[in-house]
Nanobody
Framework: QVQLVESGGGLVQAGNSLRLSCAASGTFFSINSMGWYRQAPGKQRELVATISRTGNTDYSDSVKGRFTISRDNAKNTVYLQMDSLKPEDTAVYYC???????????????WGQGTQVTVSS
């Protein structure tokens, strides 16, 4: 029904930048909110940033001022621009989309497969 493909992860030095992308494909009526989460080894998955269909954004305190989330509704794609990266940003980053398959169907969350971001000191 909905497939999410993430890209853009990698290994960078502290202070540098990366840009993640997540493209949604498949058959669906609409995408509501889109977001990025991350999970570091031995830790629970945590919210990084979310963006509504109309562009309202929310960030975790740990990334506020350094990360920027955006989306292109025409391309069904969400982005995460990560600047001033720190070693503690190292994690697997997952995108999530809240999607309505049909007009009258309830919205459901779909997750990407994750992309590794490693920040060296």
């Amino acid at each position: 029904q909905v497939q999410l493909v993430e890209s853009g992860g990698g290994l960078v030095q502290a202070g540098n930048s990366l840009r993640l992308s997540c493209a949604a494909s498949g058959t669906f009526f609409s995408i509501n909110s889109m977001g990025w989460y991350r999970q570091a080894p031995g830790k629970q998955r945590e919210l990084v940033a979310t963006i509504s269909r109309t562009g309202n954004t929310d960030y975790s305190d740990s990334v506020k001022g350094r990360f920027t989330i955006s989306r292109d509704n025409a391309k069904n794609t969400v982005y995460l621009q990560m600047d001033s990266l720190k070693p503690e940003d190292t994690a697997v980053y997952y995108c999530k989309c809240n999607t309505r398959i049909r007009l009258l169907s309830p919205p459901n969350d779909y997750w990407g497969q994750g992309t590794q971001v490693t920040v060296s000191s």
